[in-house]
């Protein structure tokens, strides 16, 4: 369906699947990083991070490479992007995402929890008016928006599971 990290998984495998979904993180963690340094400028260092992240996650979403045609939904993108920018809330977050895959095999089920588990953690700990936890907002809805068609798989018990035989 599409050329992230799940369907690579799916199609070439877990060690193939591993390295895309590392190498998408990057791509998200990378920008955050390194830009906001080169680039400078009198705003706020967090605000170009952030706005490097949302870059990245459109660049993957809509690859310039390929035309502007679709990528990938933008999970382990948007992942590296906020390990870089709260790698704490991150990682709890991440831990849920695992947690949720291995019980019930529903790599969207985790990639939908895990987004308004991030949220949450978010506003605990950055505060309702924080540029980032308003920004993990607007991730978390995009996150649903691209899970759309897998949200109505899950309702229906027809989405693809990992590491289980059939569907629901």
């Known amino acids: 369906g599409n050329l992230g990290a799940t369907n690579v998984f799916r199609v070439l ?18 920008p955050v990083l390194v830009l ?14 952030i706005a490097c992240g949302i870059a990245a996650i459109a ?11 679709r990528g990938g939904k933008g999970v382990a993108t948007a992942a590296g992007v906020f390990f870089a920018l709260a790698p704490l809330p ?12 291995l019980a019930s095999g529903y790599v969207s089920l985790g990639s939908l929890i895990s987004a308004l588990v991030l949220v949450g953690l978010l ?7 924080a540029p980032l936890f308003l920004v993990s907002l ?3 809805a ?3 928006w691209t899970h759309r068609a897998n949200i109505g798989r899950l309702r229906r018990g027809e ?7 059939g569907r629901a």
């Open 142 to 144: 995009f996150v649903f």
């Open 13 to 30: 495998g877990w060690k193939i699947g591993v390295i895309v979904f590392l190498a998408d993180a990057l791509k998200g963690a990378l």
């Open 90 to 101: 991150m990682l709890a977050s991440f831990v849920v995402f695992v947690a949720i895959v």
């Open 138 to 140: 607007v991730v978390a």
């Open 159 to 165: 989405e693809h599971r990992f590491g289980k035989r």
């Open 36 to 49: 906001p340094r080169l680039i400078g400028g009198t705003a706020e260092p967090v605000l170009w991070a």
């Open 123 to 129: 506003f605990v700990t950055q505060g309702p008016r």
């Open 59 to 69: 660049g993957h979403v809509r690859p310039l490479w390929l035309g502007f045609a």
